[in-house]
Nanobody
Framework: QVQLVESGGGLVQAGGSLRLSCAAS????????MGWYRQARGKERELVAK???????VYAESVKGRFTISGDNAKNTVTLQMNSLKPEDTAVYYC?????????????WGQGTQVTVSS
């Protein structure tokens, strides 16, 4: 019911920056949280950052001070500004959204976008 389209991934040198964007469409009413997860090769998926419709944010400790998440409730979009990138940030990044459908919480995922940071 909800489609998430990601953009902004790519290859960057260590210390550089990238900006990821995600736009939600479809049954977008009552989306209460959007965020970014990542999965590096050989590792489990982990939360990077998320933001609620009330603008409450949560960050992984490894990205605090370097990444900033922001959202636009009216446009149903979320962005992740990634600065001071490190090789260990290399992963596939996935957009995530959660919404309330009556009394049921439903989650949706984007297709993923590759971020590669070279030394």
């Amino acid at each position: 019911q909800v489609q998430l389209v990601e953009s902004g991934g790519g290859l960057v040198q260590a210390g550089g920056s990238l900006r990821l964007s995600c736009a939600a469409s479809g049954s977008i009413f009552k989306i209460i949280v959007m965020g970014w997860y990542r999965q590096a090769r050989g590792k489990e998926r982990e939360l990077v950052a998320k933001i609620t419709s009330g603008s409450i944010t949560v960050y992984a400790e490894s990205v605090k001070g370097r990444f900033t998440i922001s959202g636009d409730n009216a446009k149903n979009t979320v962005t992740l500004q990634m600065n001071s990138l490190k090789p260990e940030d290399t992963a596939v990044y996935y957009c995530n959204a959660g919404r309330i459908d009556r009394d049921t919480y439903r989650e949706y995922w984007g297709q993923g976008t590759q971020v590669t940071v070279s030394s």
